[in-house]
Nanobody, 120 residues
Framework: QVHVVESGGGLVQAGGSLRLSCAVS????????MGWYRQAPGEQRELVAT???????NYADSVKGRFTISRDNDKTMVYLQMNSLKPEDTAVYYC??????????????WGQGTQVTVSS
């Protein structure tokens, strides 16, 4: 069983910073990639940032230069450092894990989400 749990959300004023964390645990062979997504009320879920097993990163244009995705060396902990936050960043942020299970089965799992609210 695989578990994906994110934390670190909260209320912050515009211009402030938050650091989100995502922990992946359970029975899996490897992690291909990890990503952060967000969904604002009434909006579709959108990609924020991803990081592959090789360390390659990708960011949405709206967060480039402000957000940084990173991971621990064991690749089971992933972070999203969010600086210069704007009210437009307000959303529920979700962690996604792209996994390979024993037996070479692909598997994607999502965390429960953590609320980020940026006040003006």
């Amino acid at each position: 069983q695989v578990h994906v749990v994110e934390s670190g959300g909260g209320l912050v004023q515009a211009g402030g910073s938050l650091r989100l964390s995502c922990a992946v645990s359970g029975n899996f062979f490897s992690i291909n990639a990890m990503g952060w997504y967000r969904q604002a009320p009434g909006e579709q879920r959108e990609l924020v940032a991803t990081i592959t097993s090789s360390g390659s990163t990708n960011y949405a244009d709206s967060v480039k230069g402000r957000f940084t995705i990173s991971r621990d060396n064991d690749k089971t902990m992933v972070y999203l450092q969010m600086n210069s936050l704007k009210p437009e960043d307000t959303a529920v942020y979700y962690c996604n894990a792209d996994l390979v299970l024993p037996g070479s089965y692909y598997y994607k799992d999502w965390g429960q989400g953590t609320q980020v609210t940026v006040s003006s």
